[in-house]
């Protein structure tokens, strides 16, 4: 039977990529999202991969939400911690509100997901979980320390949670992307990304495959050795930077 991967923040961007790859490397995929229901609708009509609503910052609708994903598709076997948000701002306009929006989205929301998995996974005695951190959390960004912060953070449960699982073949590990030309990137003005394609040595922004390439790699039988590591694809942007 096919192993089942839930992929959150699955139906837009870097997400959507991935769930389409592990549908076509032959996962059950179910994918998770916010709130944005018409482009939920879309990439279902369009991928045949159903979609779940609930916020990844609210544990108790993400042990509902998977509760009802598992009800459908069996137990979780691949948890892909894709859902992230950003709320830029210099340190000194950023408003506590921005600061717990994104800790609660792209650090607690991995708690959250993580947690509500971890014991089926431990009890099975397999799994697979990568968490979609970002070069930011690597090397810190102008006007993100709240995502910078909660990026970091990322890859210190990472590394820790891979010592927890290791045993119970569980693999653990993080994915940085560098640039990908999603909404998230787009949205930022366009000399702005000029700017920060210059500093790209590939001379270009990545696209969303590219990372789902990364994810599909990690969560496989293949992978087994690979734990508690984090995979960079940034267009050689962190060695230039
Ligand atoms: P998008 O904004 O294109 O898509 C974000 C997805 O996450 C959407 O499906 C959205 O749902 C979902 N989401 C947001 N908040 C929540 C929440 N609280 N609960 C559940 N789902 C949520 O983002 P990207 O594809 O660009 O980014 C994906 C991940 O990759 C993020 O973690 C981001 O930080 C990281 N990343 C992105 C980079 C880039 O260049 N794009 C670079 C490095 C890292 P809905 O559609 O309902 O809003």
């Not at 509100?97 to 994104?102: K, M």
């Not at 697979?128 to 890859?155: C, E, H, P």
């Not at 990304?193 to 496989?220: K, M, N």
Request: net charge neutral; glycine share 12%.
């Amino acid at each position: 039977m096919a192993r089942t991967a839930l992929v959150t923040g699955g139906t837009r961007g870097i997400g959507k990529a991935i769930s389409v790859a592990l549908k076509a490397a032959g996962y059950d995929v179910a994918a998770n999202y916010a709130g944005n229901d018409s482009a939920a609708q879309a990439f279902t009509r369009e991928t045949g991969i159903k979609a779940y609503k609930w916020s990844v910052a609210d544990y108790d609708a993400c042990r509902e939400g998977i509760a009802a994903v598992e009800a459908a598709h069996g137990p979780v076997d691949i948890l892909i911690n894709n859902a992230g948000i950003t709320r830029d701002a210099p340190f000194h306009k950023m408003t506590p509100q921005q600061w717990r929006e994104v800790i609660d989205t792209n650090l607690t929301g991995v708690f959250n997901m993580t947690h509500s998995v971890w014991n089926g996974m431990r009890d099975r005695g397999f799994g697979r979980i990568v968490t979609i951190s970002s070069i930011n959390g690597q090397k810190g960004q102008f006007a993100q320390a709240n995502y910078s912060a909660a990026k970091a953070g990322d890859l210190g449960f990472t590394k820790a949670l891979a010592q927890e699982g290791a045993r119970r073949n569980i693999t653990v590990n993080a994915v940085c992307p560098g640039y990908i030309a999603t909404e998230m990137v787009m949205a930022v003005p366009e000399a702005v990304r000029e700017q920060i394609i210059a500093t790209i040595p590939v001379g270009r922004l990545g696209e969303a495959e590219e990372i789902a390439r990364c994810v599909a790699f990690l969560v496989s039988d293949e992978a087994g050795f690979i734990t508690g590591a984090t995979l960079t694809a940034n267009g050689g942007q962190y060695m230039a930077g």
